[in-house]
């Protein structure tokens, strides 16, 4: 199940994250030293490429609407425009993680300029990002889906199961509110949730400013053109990103075949390789290659650009280490929503199972 990032951030980090024992046949600077030395260096003119590629797309889109102005055309764009606000999305994520350039004031800029049209908190959305990446495979501590135990699962009321697991292409927008199930409560956007350090005050605030003034503007043209207007030019796209980002999300973690850990057995190269590669088709380009995500997981800082190098690198050393689906998309999500409900409540290293398995009393 592929999908997302610890923070190497200096070479003593890296050093110690590479000294953990482990029981894998390689290490990480054997992975590191197997990719060309500039797939780690990100470009800005690059970078800044692909932002305003995407911002051309969304006006080019928005003009087109306006243009025809057409209900029956209406669907086509939502399904085209919420893409493009996906993949700006993911440019608002190179920035998160540091890879869209060396300057930590362009990623600030461009990260904010990037999430705050989708309603994204950029520092809020970015620290909490980085937690994940840090704990990824790690039951206890990971911070983006991970699996419930069978405990759990069994105490959970209806709407709890509901939001869960029938609904879960909706509930990133809550998720920025209340964070997820099994977690002490915390808001994206106050600035004492536990989501965040004191240290980390005003960059949450200046988030949640940009947020407000955001909801502020739209609160505006639906006074001045009302619902309808909304609708058609706003919300519908965004119903569309909040699919495309709980759906890729979903399947990055979510996978019957993908291991997670308990306490000592889990350490960061052991958790960033409970991941997978998918393969988007058509939309592989379009969302700057997010489904390249087992390398990604591993080098957090690398550009979208230079992922498939890296990952083409890497596979020889990884082998059997090394996950990638071709299948379906909507295949994959099928079979994991319907086998992908809870985790046993004990062992070290542990597998999804479907609510048909669930343990008699």
């Not at 009302?226 to 709980?246: E, I, R, T």
Request: glycine share 6%; hydrophobic share 40%; proline share 6%.
């Amino acid at each position: 199940m592929q999908l997302n990032l610890v923070e190497l951030n200096s070479p003593s980090e890296e050093k110690s994250l590479n000294s953990r024992p482990s029981e894998l046949p390689f290490t990480l600077q054997q992975l590191k030293s197997a990719i060309p030395d500039y797939c780690f260096e990100p470009s800005p003119g690059k970078s800044l490429f692909y932002f305003f590629l995407d911002i051309s797309i969304i006006g080019l889109l928005y003009g087109m609407a306006f243009f025809f102005d057409s209900w029956w055309l209406w669907p086509v764009f939502c399904l085209m425009q919420g893409t493009m606000f996906w993949a700006l999305f993911v440019v608002g994520h190179d920035c998160g993680h540091g890879s869209f350039s060396r300057h930590k004031w362009l990623n600030n800029l461009i990260g904010h300029l990037s999430h705050t049209p989708i309603l994204v908190p950029f520092h809020g959305w970015r620290i909490s990002h980085r937690t994940h990446h840090q704990n990824t495979g790690n039951i206890d501590t990971d911070e983006s889906w991970y699996p419930v135990t069978e405990t759990k699962y069994q105490s959970m009321s209806w709407w709890e199961k509901l939001l869960r697991f029938e609904v879960l292409l909706f509930v990133y927008p809550l998720y920025l509110f209340r964070r997820s199930p099994d977690r002490e409560a915390g808001s994206h956007f106050l600035p004492d949730s536990p989501l965040f350090k004191p240290s980390e005050k005003w960059d949450v605030i200046t988030s949640t400013i940009c947020w407000v003034l955001m909801v502020g503007f739209l609160a505006c043209l639906t006074y001045q053109f009302g619902w309808l207007f909304l609708l058609k030019y706003y919300l519908g796209p965004y119903v569309v990103f909040v699919v495309w980002l709980d759906l890729v999300t979903f399947l990055h973690h979510t996978e019957p075949d993908i291991p997670w850990y308990r306490g000592k057995d889990w350490y960061f190269l052991k958790g960033a390789l409970s991941t997978i590669d998918r393969d988007y088709g058509l939309f592989n380009n379009i969302h700057h290659n997010i489904g390249t995500h087992v390398a990604h997981h591993i080098f957090l800082s690398m550009p979208h650009y230079h992922l498939k190098t890296a990952t083409e690198a890497i596979k020889p050393i990884l082998g059997d280490y090394y996950r990638a689906s071709n299948q379906s998309i909507w295949q994959e999500y099928w079979r994991s929503y319907r086998s992908c409900h809870f985790v046993p409540d004990t062992g070290a290293m542990v597998y999804h199972r479907s609510k048909n398995e669930i343990t008699a009393d």
